[in-house]
């Protein structure tokens, strides 16, 4: 396998530059909801892109957005760059400069990073290589080696750096609970014996790091499936001895009209059914991705702004509840980058809102929302969001 190239030395080096310029993360600072959230025992980050340097993206290097992250995250995770198609050119490469750089931000702004995938575990977010590649005579131990070595080669390049990796990412299909499979899964002998492996190398090279399974199973109506699925893969986990420390709940939050209260109590009884399921099996709860599609709501920015807000403090008053949640990460912290206005957008035309500042860098009422959550929220007690041992 191919070590660092030039390339990835000016873009590391560029890194750290800008890493050097991170603006230095105010510890407690008074309205921060990383210090806010310290005090109930749980961290507040979000996720932040690779950019070229001063770019307008959800950047580190983007001083704007840098700001935000400064003001209130305390742990970040990598959008994109270190997920199979960002770190692996071909089967026999890496290309580490990008999630580097992300690393060596969070190092000189002493921010926790999680390490977001270790595989996403379906065919159209493998590298394209990856669904053509010949597994010849052997293909069990060729699939069991590729596996392995990326795992091994990830993990063991960021050691103890990274404290919490999603293992594996939406390997539950929500039409009806399956298990994807790839072309890598059937060399191996089926998704369970492909995701086991993920857990058991992840946990033989790094005894030290918590181990997520993450995946967007909600609680709108329609979920049912998907959390069932979710359900189904956590209990074989556990009958299989799979070290698996935590469910990534993603918390991709989507709106179903203007009355929140009303739309609240209908869903958190079969949220809470979920989610006492989970813990009664021993796992811990990361909410990974929080953000809100606002659906089926008016286009006036400023009452869309407050329907979102009480979406979002209902189902944080449900989630955070329970005393395994240790984290909480929304995917993306400003208006202006978020992945949804280009994946759904608005039927009006109307800009999404789905985060908790605006295109401006402004908070937004969602902000006060989540602030309000995490002060009504139980203390953690230590050993019920930490790691735990199979
Ligand atoms: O970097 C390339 C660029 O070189 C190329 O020119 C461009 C056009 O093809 O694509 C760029 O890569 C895109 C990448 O985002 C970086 O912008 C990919 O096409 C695009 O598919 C990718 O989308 C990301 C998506 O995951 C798929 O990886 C979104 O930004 C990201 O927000 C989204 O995040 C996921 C989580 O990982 C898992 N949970 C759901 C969440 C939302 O879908």
Not at 48 to 74: E, H, K
Not at 140 to 151: F, N, P, Q, V
Not at 242 to 269: E, F
Not at 276 to 288: H, I, N, R
Request: proline share 6%.
């Amino acid at each position: 396998m191919q070590g660092p190239t030039r390339r990835d030395s000016l873009i590391l080096g560029a890194g750290l530059m800008l890493a050097g310029a991170a603006p230095a993360r105010v510890p407690g600072a008074q309205d921060s909801l990383d210090a806010l959230a310290r005090t109930r025992g749980m961290r507040f980050g979000s996720a932040v892109a690779w950019g070229p340097p001063r770019s307008d993206t959800g950047s580190f290097a983007n001083p704007n957005y840098a700001a935000l992250i400064a003001r209130d995250c305390g742990v970040i995770v990598a959008e994109n760059e270190m997920k199979w198609q960002a770190l692996r050119p071909s089967p026999t490469t890496f290309d580490f400069a990008r999630f580097d750089a992300i690393v060596a931000y969070a190092a000189a702004a002493r921010l926790a990073v999680r390490g977001h995938n270790l595989i996403w575990h379906q065919p159209k977010w493998m590298p394209h290589w990856a669904e053509s590649h010949d597994y010849g005579a052997t293909p069990k131990r060729e699939a069991a080696r590729l596996l392995g070595d990326h795992i091994r080669t990830v993990v063991r390049r960021y050691g103890t750096r990274i404290a919490d990796y999603d293992v594996v990412n939406e390997a539950v299909n929500p039409a009806d609970g399956t298990l994807y499979e790839t072309t890598l899964s059937r060399a191996l002998g089926g998704a369970e014996p492909t995701l086991d492996l993920a857990f058991r190398t992840a946990r033989a090279e790094a005894p030290h790091a918590r181990l997520v399974y993450n995946d967007y199973m909600s609680w709108e109506p329609g979920n049912e499936r998907h959390r069932a699925g979710v359900l189904r893969l956590l209990h074989g986990f556990r009958a299989r001895g799979v070290p698996v420390d935590a469910l990534g709940v993603q918390s991709h939050l989507i709106t179903i009209g203007a009355d929140a209260r009303a739309s609240v109590s209908r869903m958190q009884g079969d949220w809470r059914r979920f989610l006492d399921e989970v813990v009664a099996m021993g796992f811990g709860l990361v909410v990974t991705e929080l953000d809100v599609r606002d659906n089926a709501l008016p286009a006036d920015p400023v009452a869309r702004d407050r329907i979102v807000a009480d979406y979002t403090r209902g189902y944080l008053d449900v989630t955070l509840g329970y005393q395994q949640v240790s984290d909480i990460l929304v995917w993306g912290m400003s208006d202006r980058y978020s992945w949804i206005e280009g994946f759904e957008p608005r039927a009006d035309g109307a800009r999404r809102r789905p985060t908790l500042y605006d295109t401006a860098f402004a908070p937004k009422p969602m902000r006060a929302a989540v602030a309000d959550a995490i002060r009504a929220a139980p203390a953690r007690t230590p050993q019920r969001s930490e790691r735990r041992e199979i």
